[in-house]
């Protein structure tokens, strides 16, 4: 891959987008022939010319994009874009994995010395070619960049959205619009603690105040004339007789069910609205949602606020570290905002403006900030990014044990001792370190590890192209089977008892024996 003399990358079809480009200037012919030259109205054919001329732009871009690399440097064009830098001015080429409904796209970044992040447009993957096509492009820059420039990591950097190089715009508008709809929620609290308060203390009208006083009861009597139940959950209907007082009343779908034509009712009007439908069998009445409703909304909002802001810190947390390192789970801050929901749900509830009525609701949100503070705290400190070789796990100083204990961990690469990666733990015993599809007992569809031919080259934390098979807490081990390099995945207590024991398997094998280097 060193030889490559240059890498070029177009739309593979030549063809489709020159027919697009015919169809989307046949478009605005079609447009301009029918709206100008012949003067006449919007029509359907100039809808058609509408829908074809963003074909055109479609194709033009697909028939002028380019990405060029040789000797000299990488450049790119578009249709609206040109860009440009030598080797020397490149820091990385770098593979960013954006997950999608059905496949993940695997786009190209560059990133300059000064921290500028380019996408190139091609190659995108997966391709019709298949991921070969793509990761075979991706070598061949990553090649040149080696020949000609100074890349600053030896390895593939994989982004994804377990990294600490992914970027946080996402999850600051998501955490924006939460605490706006917080605030507004807030905001209307008092609107309707006092618009209930006026529902429940509205006396009957005075007769010589009916038409003029909207805050009093009128009382209308009222015929149905039909009802129309809606399925799911749209709006059922209430029709009245000769359509008095109104046409038609929007009301709950169990609200309609009750009622049947000729029911005589009598409708109860407040501030204009007719509010209550009451008959001799049923009764609808409007729901007025109290103040600790909302007061219960706005603290949902400022908790799923506080989940999205804790991405945001974590991903502050990891700044310094490299970019396609996994960052730990936000996991224990969801634990935290469940626990700080479970008291403060209902104390919002029974307190809309969160001032407590009496000495035991002091002691009610006291309580409950110190949990939640308490809570807040071990997340802390269960999410920073801890060395590789701690972490979770039960650590065992026994190098090698008599009776076979079965360990989750998996080697990443397929080789004769794990063909096509079916490995999912790991067995160590008096017969040696075995790979096997199951966590035992027994050593039923086992292989043999060659300890020999091991030798562990280091130890890391999981990158992004290690795959989303790597749990974030495990730690990867890089080892040198012969001529390559493999990689294995498991805990952190774990995965140093699986190396201890492959050392002693070394160890203990006789010389000139199968253990033998």
């Known amino acids: 891959m060193s030889s490559v003399p240059e890498v070029t ?30 003067g006449g109205p919007p029509d359907r054919w100039v ?25 000299d440097g990488l450049s790119y064009r578009t249709l609206l874009r040109r860009r440009g830098a030598r080797w020397e001015d490149i820091a990385d080429v770098r593979v960013n994995l954006q997950r999608g409904r059905h496949s993940d796209i695997h786009r190209v970044e560059v990133v300059t010395r000064g921290g500028a992040v380019w996408r190139l447009p091609l190659p995108v993957g997966p391709s019709s070619e298949g991921p070969e096509a793509f990761d075979g492009t991706v070598e061949e820059l990553r090649a040149l960049h080696r020949r000609h420039g100074t890349p600053e990591s030896d390895h593939l950097v994989v982004i994804t959205d377990r990294t600490a190089g992914r970027r946080g715009g996402l999850p600051a508008v998501v955490c924006a619009l939460f605490l706006a709809g917080a605030a507004l ?21 005075a007769a010589e105040s009916a038409a003029h006083d909207r805050d009093c009861l009128t009382t209308l009597s009222s015929v149905i004339a039909r009802t129309e139940v809606k399925k799911g959950k749209g709006n059922s209907y209430l029709y009245f007789a000769g359509g008095r007082p109104i046409d038609r009343l929007a009301v709950s ?41 909302v007061t219960v909304v706005a603290a949902l909002c400022v908790l799923a606020a506080g989940m999205t802001g804790t991405v945001i810190v974590q991903r502050r947390r990891g700044r310094r570290l490299p970019a396609d390192e996994v960052m730990p789970s936000s996991a224990p801050f969801a634990g935290a905002a469940v626990g700080t929901a479970v008291w403060a749900l209902p104390y919002c509830y029974q307190h809309p403006t969160l001032v407590p009525d009496a000495p035991g609701d002091v002691v009610w949100a006291g309580l409950g900030s110190l949990a939640s503070l308490a809570l807040v705290v071990r997340a802390w400190r269960a999410t920073r990014v801890r060395p590789p070789g701690r972490g979770p796990g039960t650590p065992d100083s026994t190098p090698l044990d008599d009776e076979d204990v079965f360990l989750p961990a998996r080697f990443l690469e397929s080789t004769d001792y794990n063909p096509n990666g079916f490995g999912t733990h790991i067995v160590l015993g008096a017969d040696g370190p075995a790979v096997t599809p199951h966590p035992g007992p027994g050593r039923f569809a086992a292989r043999p590890i060659p300890v020999e031919r091991l030798v562990v080259r280091t130890v890391r934390r999981p990158r992004g192209g290690d795959g989303d098979t790597v749990p974030k807490s495990w730690d990867v081990a890089e080892l040198e089977d012969g001529d390559r390099v493999i990689r294995l995945a498991a805990a952190p207590a774990h995965l140093g008892r699986i190396l201890r024991a492959f050392t002693a398997s070394d160890e203990a094998a006789p010389a000139g024996g199968p253990g033998a280097r």
Request: with cysteine; proline share 4%.
């Open 253 to 293: 779908r169990e609200g309609a069910r009750g009622f049947e034509a000729g029911d005589r009712v009598r409708l109860t009007v407040w501030r204009g609205e007719v509010r209550e439908v009451v008959g001799e069998e049923h009764a609808w009445r409007e729901h007025f949602p109290a103040a600790g409703e």
């Open 185 to 205: 929620a807030a905001w209307f609290v008092p609107v309707v603690a006092e618009t209930r308060l006026a529902w429940t203390s509205a006396a009957p009208c």
């Open 47 to 71: 809808l058609i010319g509408l829908l074809l001329m963003p074909l055109g732009f479609g194709g033009a871009y697909a028939a002028v994009v380019r990405v060029h690399a040789d000797a």
């Open 9 to 38: 990358c177009r739309t593979r079809s030549k063809r489709l987008p020159w027919f697009f480009v015919a169809a989307g200037a046949a478009g605005f012919l079609l447009v301009v022939a029918r709206l100008v030259i012949t």
